[in-house]
């Protein structure tokens, strides 16, 4: 088979952007006269609750700030609600929150025959500071709302109030518990308790305010009433991230002081009106062999005689501090610790940042293809050895992990002080790291918007891991059954654990940054374990994913994982205590580092004084490693291509190009039918929802790299790449090889858009930007059908991928066309005119077995125009 070089598409055509079609929902709510019944004290009270609250703080602590955080739940949204927040004297807008309720009398959806619908009801939290200016304000609002509609007067801008009333369910002060919700304090604290901790570190979010001076003064009232119950901050760790609203530090305290976590507490900071949440300081801990006798059994790599690195890092790894002398790594990585991590950090202990850093170099080494990467890796230790609770490498507790994260990337684009940045090529920053005790369930983490605000503002694609599941399965049989199964018994009866167990295997923050590329791990490596003694491969296919890689939906329903790569394959074996009636308990092998495969393997450290020692592990750190890995690979193709002719990509554009390219390979499997079946039957389940059900446990499915490094005679990928404005839209026309009118001929036609998005953190739409490209499935020449995914969920997040197939005998012309628009309009509101680039990647193939050759053709009639510099 002989390799072709990618191409690039003539320059696109300035076009009329498409239309998009809505699908509004209905819901009913209650009269006019229901709501004044149901909300008319609550709200003529909320004055006097403020001055209660006020006054019952300040005794503790004099010169309390008299305002508070006001709830408004809403059932449905309120698009741009924060403009009649801003317009309102008194009153700032805090952050939007999505949630749902169970249908009641008062609140449900109407289905499309006008019945009620038993469906949950989408629903909102709007949080505002309020004073006692905006508290008249807001019941000036509402006396204006009870008048008739044509009696109305609500000034300029505020009129979303009169929506607000017309849906609102509840209205409250914000409370202790709201503080805590879904944070993973209580299990955090319940741990350390376990282990007789007296005090305990956490994250105190405050609510970010609109000025310097009102940011101070809510930071130094909560440290006050910290103080009055003998805890304190940990000195240094305040930090404010103004452009995500962020404004946050770290506490230290007693324990007990969490025994009570409900407004009956008479802890006073607990209560502060100053704070958002209550969180453990960001986890992520990796554990390292205790056994030294076990390391010396580790395997030793082959001797590394590649040629030296050259050229700058395009690539970065922010991960643990990696063994720089092993023998693979040696040379190869330049390594920045201004914080210091490295000290009493020993050689043996480095594991996890050596073996990512080895898996993006080399990939796995059992993989006979595997070759190296030229190009030095940039590495930034943002892990440390743990002391106390966690012995192994952590993120550290002393400093937020949002701020480490933040000056890393700074210093590493912009510099800092008066430093130049350290490594301004970079491209791509690996992040196989997640925050355990953060799931995604509905609302952005303000880690992943931290890296979608760095994405867009510094032209970077973080690769995340979608985060490890370590619970131990059981299987819906008895245990005296199960040894005789066969292994696609095995399969199914895994599979179905995993569907049914999904709301507990949720991807883990930041793995729901939108603008990133989260990948989750599909169960397969290049390994040949000899004998898998009483061990159990729970999952057949290698196409699949592991039984321990999390799983999505992302941000408003968004497809992630987006893609799934090897993890390698993570085995169990049967507990030897059986006490679930009907049930086989296997028990997850614990030690993440291995000895003997399976597994990927990669450089370990060994023990004192061994640099060339190798491992196994899985996991979806793993696989996000070596899809930077295939991130470096594609760097070098587009340099490549600027490097072989008179048409050059900007440097600018290599971002979006690539992020497009890392998911362009990406399909389902023959093996996914299984599980796209097993969705079908599961109980309530309607058939035309079952792709899109599907999607969070494969996202757009397996990569396979060797597609989108080069073309082939009968598969020809095109780039395309451009910017646009709100309103605004691009029409690129891929020429139809003429070969393809022989007859009938199997052929498949994919196409990926990837961009990065500005983002409006006051609103629940978040996303300012949606590019999108039109449906191909109706168009003029090719009779194709859609074999894979949702379409309308495939444009929910910043990568939209779509393949589809035919075999029908075509009929057109040469010089006939495919048209592919690429559209861009507002999301949430305040876009402006903000650019926003993208990366667009087109295939078409036909089947090996015929003997049509198409990429000359199409070659041909691509280099019939040219395409001027943007």
Not at 523 to 545: A, C, E, G, T, W
Request: net charge neutral; glycine share 6%; with cysteine.
């Amino acid at each position: 088979m002989v390799k072709k070089p990618l191409l690039l598409f003539p320059f696109p055509i300035s076009a009329e952007k498409s239309k998009k079609q809505g699908f509004p929902g209905k819901m009913f709510i209650p009269t006019k006269t229901q709501q004044i019944q149901r909300n008319e004290l609550k709200i003529t009270e909320l004055d006097r609750v403020l001055s209660n609250r006020s006054a019952s703080l300040q005794k503790e602590a004099g010169n309390i700030i008299p305002e508070m955080i006001l709830v408004l739940e809403t059932a449905g949204e309120i698009k741009d609600f924060f403009k009649a927040v801003k317009k309102t004297p008194g009153m700032e807008f805090l952050a939007e929150y999505e949630t749902e309720f169970e249908a009641e009398d008062d609140f449900y959806n109407i289905d499309k025959n006008g019945n009620r619908s038993e469906e949950n009801v989408d629903a909102r939290f709007y949080l505002t500071m309020t004073n006692q200016r905006a508290l008249k304000e807001l019941q000036k609002y509402w006396r204006e709302y009870k008048k008739d509609k044509e009696k109305q007067n609500f000034k300029r801008g505020t009129a979303k109030f009169r929506s607000l009333f017309e849906q609102l369910k509840d209205i409250r002060p914000y409370n202790v518990s709201d503080r805590v919700r879904d944070t993973g304090i209580e299990k955090y604290i319940q741990e350390r308790k376990l282990y007789d901790f007296d005090f305990v570190r956490f994250e105190i979010e405050l609510a970010f305010k609109g000025s310097d001076q009102a940011n101070r003064k809510a930071y130094e009232e909560v440290t006050r009433l910290l103080n009055l119950h003998n805890g304190e901050e940990v000195k240094g760790s305040r930090t404010i991230i103004s452009e995500i609203s962020y404004h946050a530090f770290i506490a230290r305290a007693p324990i007990q002081i969490f025994d009570d976590l409900t407004e009956n507490t008479n802890i006073s900071f607990l209560k502060s009106q100053q704070v958002l949440f209550f969180r453990p300081v960001g986890q992520m801990v990796f554990e390292t062999p205790e056994d030294i006798e076990q390391l010396k059994k580790l395997p030793n790599v082959e001797e590394n005689d590649e040629l030296p690195t050259n050229g700058h890092p395009v690539i970065a790894l922010f991960d643990g501090l990696p063994l720089a002398n092993h023998s693979l790594l040696e040379n190869r990585l330049q390594i920045d610790d201004p914080d210091g991590f490295s000290s009493n950090y020993t050689g043996n202990q480095r594991f996890h940042g050596t073996a990512m850093a080895s898996l993006i170099i080399h990939g796995d080494l059992d993989n006979e293809k595997k070759s190296i990467l030229k190009r030095p890796l940039y590495v930034r230790p943002i892990m440390k050895l743990g002391t106390q609770l966690y012995q192994g490498e952590c993120l550290p507790d002393d400093v937020l992990p949002i701020d480490l994260v933040h000056r890393a990337v700074l210093r590493m684009k912009v510099g800092d002080a008066d430093n130049p940045p350290v490594a301004p090529e970079v491209k791509i920053i690996n992040f196989s790291i997640g925050d355990a005790f953060r799931p995604f369930l509905n609302n952005m983490s303000s880690w992943a918007k931290l890296l979608d605000w760095l994405s867009y503002q510094y032209d970077i694609l973080f690769v995340i891991s979608a985060g490890n599941f370590s619970d131990d399965i059981a299987l819906e049989i008895p245990d005296d059954e199960f040894d005789n199964l066969s292994d696609d018994e095995v399969q199914k009866l895994a599979l179905e654990e995993i569907v049914r167990t999904n709301f507990n295997r949720k991807i883990l923050a930041p793995a729901e940054s939108i603008n990133s590329i989260t990948v989750g791990a599909a169960h397969f490596d290049f390994s040949k374990p000899n004998n898998l003694y009483q061990r159990k491969n729970l999952i057949k296919s290698s196409s699949l994913l592991s039984p321990i890689s999390r799983i999505g939906f992302g941000f408003r329903k968004s497809i992630k994982p987006e893609i799934i790569t090897s993890g390698g394959r993570k085995l169990f074996r049967k507990s030897p205590i059986q006490n679930l009636p009907g049930k086989t308990l296997l028990k997850l092998e614990s030690s993440p580092f291995n000895v003997n495969p399976p597994g990927n393997r990669s450089a370990f450290p060994g023990s004192p004084g061994q640099i060339n020692k190798s491992g196994y592990l899985c996991g979806t750190s793993n696989a996000a490693a070596l899809t930077s890995r295939l991130a470096a690979q594609l760097y070098d193709v587009l340099i490549s291509i600027n490097n072989s002719g008179d048409k050059s990509i900007p440097t600018d554009f290599l971002t979006v190009i690539i992020k497009s390219l890392l998911v362009h390979s990406a399909s389902w499997s023959k093996s996914s039918d299984f599980l796209l079946q097993l969705i079908k039957d599961l109980p309530g389940s309607a058939a035309n929802t079952s792709k899109k059900n599907v999607l969070p446990y494969l996202g757009y499915g397996g990569i396979d790299p060797e597609r989108i490094l080069y073309c082939t005679e009968k598969r020809v990928t095109i780039i395309g790449y451009g910017k646009l404005y709100d309103g605004q839209a691009h029409l690129y026309r891929f020429p139809l090889p003429p070969s393809l009118t022989k007859g009938r001929i199997d052929k498949k036609l994919t196409i990926t858009l990837a961009y990065n998005s500005p983002l409006n953190f006051k609103t629940r739409q978040y996303r300012k930007a949606q590019l999108f490209f039109d449906n191909l499935k109706h168009n003029n020449h090719l009779e194709l059908d859609r074999s894979y995914y949702d379409f309308r969920t495939t444009q929910l997040g910043t990568v939209q991928h779509d393949i589809l197939i035919g075999d029908k005998a075509d009929v057109f012309v040469d010089g006939d066309f495919l048209e592919i628009k690429v559209n861009c309009r507002e999301d949430a509101s305040e876009l402006g005119k903000l650019p926003i680039k993208y990366g667009l990647s087109v295939t078409l193939e036909v089947k090996e077995n015929n003997d049509i050759k198409i990429y000359e053709e199409i070659r041909q009639r691509v280099q019939t125009r040219i395409r001027p510099t943007l």
